[in-house]
């Protein structure tokens, strides 16, 4: 079945480096990816997305990488900020309607 | 602009008891679907209500039901509660079947 996954649990950054979270798909069919941003207590917030016919997009300061080779994506934030400290998840939309797969998320805090 | 409004935002249940939970999408969106997310685990979908017909169901028992009103507000109704059903039940919107979603604040379940 389909899934996606995450390597790291737990990330720990200093502010001002930069942050990267890794993700791993296993629907080779998948041609669309979010990247959504859960604090506690609130819902998921969208971050960024791309397609399958991208390998990269950039936002404000953050990054996302995509390789389709090794059905792998990634999340780098620039500049980490404590208010970006939250639950990350990486999660993919390929059903034709509005069901969007999660993964396990990695939950990044940031040292001041 | 109002977000995604969900309610109420905690509740307490008793196994076996009936539960329903209220979404008021965005205005303008026509969509609406439901997660329900575990702690400590990603959104797992439930459903998605397009022009207040189902498009789509994820893996869940028929003691989860839903609809849409014509005003695209909705509700999750959960029958015969147990144990596991206790979670953060999330709503999400969109303009479109499979176009960006918002996602609300959530509606905390704890079944005893």
């Known amino acids: 079945g389909e899934s996606v996954g995450l390597h790291l649990p737990t990330l720990s950054v200093q502010e001002g480096d930069n942050s990267i979270i890794n993700c791993a798909y296993s629907?080779?069919?998948?041609?669309?990816f979010i990247w959504y941003k859960q604090e506690s207590g609130k819902g998921p917030q969208f971050i960024i997305d791309?397609?399958?016919?991208?390998d990269k997009r950039q936002g404000q300061r953050v990054t996302v990488l995509l390789n389709k080779t090794v059905k792998h994506l990634s999340l780098q934030i620039a500049a980490t900020q404590p208010g970006d400290s939250a639950v990350y998840f990486c999660a993919e939309n390929s059903g034709g309607y509005q069901k969007v797969t999660f993964g396990i998320g990695t939950k990044l805090q940031v040292i001041p | 602009d109002a977000g995604v409004t969900q309610s109420p935002t905690h509740l307490i249940k008793t196994r076996g008891q009936q539960v329903t939970l209220r979404c008021s999408p965005i205005s303008g969106h026509k969509s609406v679907s439901w997660y329900q997310q575990v702690l400590g685990q990603g959104p797992q979908f439930i459903f998605q209500y397009y022009e207040k017909e189902e498009r789509g169901r994820g893996n869940f028992p028929d003691r989860f039901s839903a609809r849409q009103f014509p005003n695209y507000s909705s509700e999750l109704n959960v029958n015969a509660l147990l144990l596991g059903d206790s979670a953060l039940y999330l709503c999400a919107s969109s303009f479109g079947m499979n176009t960006e979603a918002f996602f609300g604040q959530g509606t905390r379940l704890t079944v005893v």
């Open positions: 791309i397609r399958s016919n991208m």
């Open positions: 629907n080779s069919a998948s041609d669309y």
